[in-house]
């Protein structure tokens, strides 16, 4: 189902409805355009239904995942049929647009802006279809943050890596945008709201500050408990690294020379590196097939994206005894 603005990754909503109890069903939006998207979700029943989350902002070529759930029902519908719809409104924002900006104007036909929208009914279907579902939700709800050397890999590995993400509905973001210095700051609220980092370490990795910019808010969002950092040593071994040897380590000595009147920035880029480091992490002088490489990054990111969402559920549904 396409428009200009949004890939949907489905052409219904799926509930299985079980009297008394809540049922959700996800739905994975995927930009495909060079722009910054908002969406709005609509219920034409919006008493029956929790919609999280109900608005938001896309990155240019990124994915958002939104998980919409059918309340508690006390009594099924005739024939098992359901008349409710949902609209997904998408419109072309400003680069730079955060979801503190969305305004309810944006999606009004009187504002000028060109609103596309997509409709789905719902339909109730058997359990087992729905738990295929919750578990494509929980790799799709979580943002993973890539952080390489962007004229280095950009156009070989990482944009492999990126295409077996997506084809695996993970929600993944790299920066677009060659000139990073433009938007360092957009890219810092991005690793805020991602809950998975893949580092890839490469030879020329340590000859950009933006690199390393990235590096330091990554760990202190790892430090924070906020973020799980997976480190890639791209044909290189981690001891090259950690011991700052051949270019890598040149790489960076050259860099904190250029950089030796901020001492306080370079330190801070040195722990970030130490703490990544300590990371388990995967090496492709091991795994010299790419494509293998790869791959385990992708089950890694699955697994490490499953528990947190495990953690997560657990956590909304524990209960303090006092």
Request: proline residues 2%; neutral net charge.
């Amino acid at each position: 189902m396409r428009n200009q603005a949004l890939t949907i990754d489905r052409v219904d909503l799926q509930f299985h409805l079980e009297l008394k109890k809540d049922s959700s069903c996800p739905l994975y939006l995927t930009n495909n355009t060079d722009n910054f998207v908002t969406f709005k979700v609509i219920a034409t029943a919006p008493h029956k239904y929790f919609i999280r989350p109900d608005t938001g902002v896309i990155l240019p070529r990124s994915s958002a995942a939104v998980l919409v759930t059918l309340k508690a029902q006390t009594e099924a519908p005739a024939h098992m049929q359901c008349e409710d719809m949902f609209f997904i409104q998408s419109v072309v924002a400003s680069p730079g647009t955060t979801a503190k900006n969305l305004t309810t104007e944006m999606f009004s036909l009187n504002d000028g802006h060109l609103i596309e929208k997509i409709k789905l009914k719902v339909r109730y279907v058997a359990k087992s279809i729905i738990s295929d579902n919750e578990n494509a939700y929980r790799v799709a709800v979580y943002k993973v943050f890539i952080n390489f050397r962007g004229d280095e890999l950009r156009n070989n590995f990482v944009s492999f890596l990126v295409k077996a993400m997506r084809l695996e509905k993970i929600n993944v973001f790299i920066d677009e945008v060659e000139d990073r210095g433009t938007n360092l700051n957009n890219l810092f609220h991005t690793i805020e709201e991602c809950r998975i980092a893949v580092a890839i370490f490469s030879e020329r990795y340590t000859q950009s500050r933006w690199c390393l910019d990235e590096l330091v808010k990554m760990e202190e969002q790892m430090e924070k408990g906020k973020l799980v950092v997976i480190p890639i040593f791209f044909r290189l071994d981690a001891t090259t690294c950690k011991r700052y040897m051949g270019a890598f380590g040149e790489n960076f000595r050259n860099l904190e020379w250029e950089y030796r009147s901020e001492p306080e920035r370079v330190d801070k880029w040195k722990k970030a590196l130490s703490s990544v480091f300590n990371n388990l992490g995967f090496e492709s002088n091991i795994l010299r097939d790419e494509s293998k490489l790869a791959d385990s990054i992708v089950e890694e990111t699955k697994k490490w994206l499953n528990k947190i969402s495990i953690g997560a559920e657990n956590a909304k549904n524990s209960t303090i005894v006092v």
